[in-house]
């Protein structure tokens, strides 16, 4: 009688212990699913866009950083056709865009009184191809109205200093077409 017992409760034992191993399988799984899904989130300006009441953001500019610039623009305007364009004799600027040089922790600047956006020849001249683009294209980003996304690493308007991230994150793409309604 007394093996039997011992049997039985060491068959319990060990089902309560198969259990307890799947609850905390299940627990954890159950823990760890939302971390896994991307929410996606908007990330607006505290300060006005730079957009003009026909819904463009006309540039011009006095920039050694051109083709960065055209970049910029492209990649922007690839997911919102025709916003972003370079001015014309026709067309009034919006924002101006001039290099400035100054052993400091920004990049690039965008100043929305004066509409005018900062690129710092003492970071760009040390900077890639790549993170010239990245700058430029967070620095439009600010133009049009979106703010900085300390969520996202690799967003274009994540607030990290010196990234090269030169494709437009869901959450970008999220604050846009938000900042978009506004124009």
């Given at each position: 009688e007394?093996?039997?017992?011992?049997?039985l409760c060491s068959k319990r034992r060990n089902s309560f212990m198969s259990f307890k191993k799947k609850f905390l399988m299940f627990a954890i799984c159950v823990m760890l699913a939302p971390s896994?899904?991307?929410?996606?989130?908007?990330y607006l300006s505290p300060y006005p866009?730079?957009?003009d009441s026909g819904g463009h953001l006309d540039w011009d500019y006095s920039t050694k950083y051109y083709n960065e610039c055209v970049n910029a623009q492209n990649t922007w305007n690839a997911y919102r056709s025709g916003v972003i364009r370079k001015d014309t004799t026709s067309i009034v600027e919006d924002i101006f865009i001039k290099d400035f040089n100054q052993n400091s922790t920004l990049a690039g600047v965008y100043y929305p009184y004066d509409r005018v956006i900062g690129l710092n020849?003492?970071?760009?001249?040390?900077?890639?191809?790549?993170?010239?683009?990245?700058?430029?294209?967070?620095?439009?980003?600010?133009a049009l109205g979106l703010g900085e996304n300390s969520n996202r690493l690799a967003a274009i308007m994540q607030n990290e200093v010196f990234h090269s991230n030169t494709s437009l994150h869901q959450d970008d793409k999220d604050s846009y077409d938000a900042?978009?309604?506004k124009y």
């Open positions: 007394y093996k039997y017992r011992t049997i896994v899904v991307a929410n996606a989130a908007v866009d730079a957009v020849e003492y970071h760009f001249s040390r900077f890639s191809i790549r993170q010239k683009q990245a700058v430029v294209l967070h620095e439009f980003g600010h900042a978009a309604k």
